[in-house]
């Protein structure tokens, strides 16, 4: 089933992501990721570390508490409702340097607040190649709004990234 | 929710542009406002895509097997009595369904008969979604004592003994052992654990005879599935509408009504139906708690999918289990990573709303009569009770007014397809034959 591309948001300041998000429609824009309170997607001090190898392309958001970035990009991209897929994540410092994947423990989830539900499946989340974690199984079964969490473990401390996904 | 349609109303809103349909009603021109953003929405509703690979199911494709499971859906010899087959539920002349309110096997069962048109798109199935195969799907209701109440070893035994299904068997599976081979078997046997003579007689077996009636009984159901996969319809008036939409068409398709497409618009906007009954099988083929209680008492009886996970876990005939034909795969893997917790108390599955006008009684318990009932239903969430804290929240009394649910109402009449091949509608003639004699000998 293919339920068009997502539009992905950053949590933070959902009014003027609204208006961003009106935008865009207008002019057609098919999957946009709005960053309020991280670095931007093309920033370069992220885009110029040499140790972002994988994933080449996809979404940067911050950890709420600003200790970590997060990159993933969806495998299919862009995102289809009620479809299964996977993601690819690094995490990273704030300065853009990866974190191998042996330093922390990466959880994700998915949910929509406002249905009082997540997703009906629990992902799973291995390592690929060192740096890059795959997370395997992921379904977004309604259209709507979800948030996307990325809880990431270091030295038993605990921090979440998140963002919002639209699924129209 | 409400946060949601306030964000859907701004990008309605916000959209200038919209597209007006011409049509004739009653020898008038009347027009049907449809936005952008609502044809967007109701294109991804239309046109059941080609029927996916059922990769659990090697035979799934193959014109054999689909000829054999012709033959086993319309065998009452499958049941234990010999007087039920599958269309006992599954009536071709009711659109694979029975007409009742709950079905009725040689017990009543709890549940309303889902149609088995389109079902082969589905992810899961039954209304508590306990078995993730269309073939898993077919073998269960064989065995249990309340609906068919036939058994794997007799089913087996069958094969091996009818010259008919032997032949159509071996053109598909390979070759079968001869009936002096299987001659120590008992005449029934199963191990499910609501048969206790059967199981008793399961337990006698050797593993080896057990495996190799496992293996039949398994191959019956692959059968089956690769015939109900043929148990598709073909263009709805609304598809043919939308199709018309891409095309620039403003007139509208026979069947598809002014009414009908305030009605689809209603299905996507102010309504907000396509949450759960979303994409082209018009159902998410997930799991929802609609506020429908029990038949004789006013609390949520049925587990729904807080059992059926568990059912499915345990089921040896799932996706990911020995007997498929491919346990590896991402589908199948689904049904170990499922979540399971008291928020699926009560979910039943989302029923496709493809041919709905063909399916009544509706809800999982055939409460409601008609598509009105079911669209007051929504309205007001009359009766509803949605059973704690922890349950989703996704439903509001929708407040629709005689106009918008006669509406809606059109939009679901046109969903309607056209029916299967006919060939597959009515039994092939060797298994006329098996009814009859079956029929012959149970009367004397």
Not at chain 1, 144 to 167: M, N, P
Not at chain 2, 145 to 172: F, H, T
Not at chain 2, 195 to 219: C, G, H, T, Y
Request: charged fraction near 20%; include cysteine.
């Amino acid at each position: 089933m293919s339920i068009g591309p997502p539009t992905i948001l950053a949590l933070k300041n959902l009014t003027h992501i609204l208006a961003i998000v009106y935008s865009l429609i207008l002019v057609g824009a098919a999957i946009t990721l709005v960053s309020c309170a991280s670095p931007p997607e093309q920033a370069p001090a992220v885009e110029s570390q040499a140790q972002i190898k994988k994933p080449s392309q996809g979404h940067v958001i911050e950890s709420n508490a600003g200790g970590y970035l997060v990159r993933f990009k969806p495998r299919p991209d862009p995102l289809l409702v009620n479809e299964l897929c996977d993601l690819e994540v690094q995490v990273m410092r704030p300065n853009g340097s990866v974190i191998e994947t042996d330093k922390v423990v990466l959880f994700a989830d998915a949910a929509m607040p406002h249905h009082g539900h997540g997703m009906n499946v629990v992902p799973q989340v291995t390592s690929e190649d060192g740096d890059v974690f795959l997370v395997d199984g992921m379904l977004f079964h309604m259209p709507g709004r979800w948030e996307l969490y990325f809880d990431i473990t270091e030295d038993d401390v605990t921090e979440r990234a998140q963002c919002v996904v639209f699924f129209e | 929710m409400r946060c949601f349609l306030r964000i859907a109303a701004l990008v309605v809103l916000a959209t200038p542009v919209v597209v007006v349909v011409q049509a004739q009603e009653d020898g008038t021109t009347n027009s049907a406002p449809l936005t952008p953003t609502q044809q967007t929405r109701l294109r991804r509703h239309a046109n059941l895509p080609a029927l996916s690979v059922d990769a659990t199911n090697a035979y799934a494709n193959r014109e054999e097997a689909v000829a054999l499971g012709h033959h086993l859906f319309f065998d009452p010899r499958l049941s234990g009595s010999g007087s039920l087959n599958c269309t006992s539920c599954h009536d071709p002349n009711k659109a694979f369904t029975d007409g009742r309110k709950l079905a009725q096997g040689v017990g009543l069962i709890n549940r309303n008969t889902p149609t088995l048109l389109n079902a082969s798109h589905h992810r899961w199935f039954y209304w508590d979604g306990r078995i993730d195969t269309l073939w898993g799907q077919a073998l269960e209701p064989i065995e249990s004592p309340q609906e068919m109440n036939g058994d794997r070893v007799a089913v087996a035994r069958l094969l091996i003994q009818d010259k008919s299904l032997r032949q159509a068997y071996e053109k598909v599976f390979g070759s079968l052992p001869t009936p002096s081979e299987v001659v120590e078997w008992p005449a029934h046997g199963t191990p499910r654990f609501d048969r206790p003579e059967e199981r008793d007689a399961w337990a006698s077996m050797s593993a080896e005879d057990q495996a190799l009636a496992n293996k039949i009984f398994v191959n019956v159901g692959k059968a089956i599935a690769a015939y109900e996969r043929k148990l598709l319809t073909g263009p709805s008036p609304f598809d043919l509408y939308m199709q018309g939409l891409e095309q620039g068409r403003t007139t509208l398709p026979e069947g598809m009504t002014p009414a009908a497409v305030r009605g689809a618009a209603l299905f996507v906007g102010a309504a907000n139906c396509r949450m759960c009954h979303v994409g082209p099988l018009l159902s998410d083929s997930e799991f929802h708690s609609v506020g429908i209680v029990g038949n004789d008492g006013d609390v949520m009886q049925l587990p729904g999918r807080f059992g059926g996970v568990q059912k499915l876990q345990a089921n040896p005939f799932r996706a990911s289990g020995s007997f498929s034909d491919d346990a590896t795969n991402k589908q199948a893997q689904l049904a170990d990573r499922l979540v399971v917790g008291p928020e699926l108390w009560g979910q039943m599955r989302t029923p496709s709303l493809r041919n709905v006008a063909l399916t009544a009684p509706y809800m999982h318990n055939g409460q409601f009569d008609t598509l009105e009932e079911v669209l007051t239903y929504y309205s007001t969430l009359e009766g509803a009770i949605f059973p704690g804290h922890h349950q989703e929240a996704i439903l509001e009394p929708l407040g629709l007014t005689d106009q918008e649910r006669a509406d809606l109402k059109a939009f679901l009449i046109s969903l309607t397809g056209t029916p299967p091949e006919a060939i597959y509608l009515s039994p092939p003639a060797a298994a006329e034959d098996s009814s009859q004699s079956a029929t012959s000998s149970s009367s004397q």
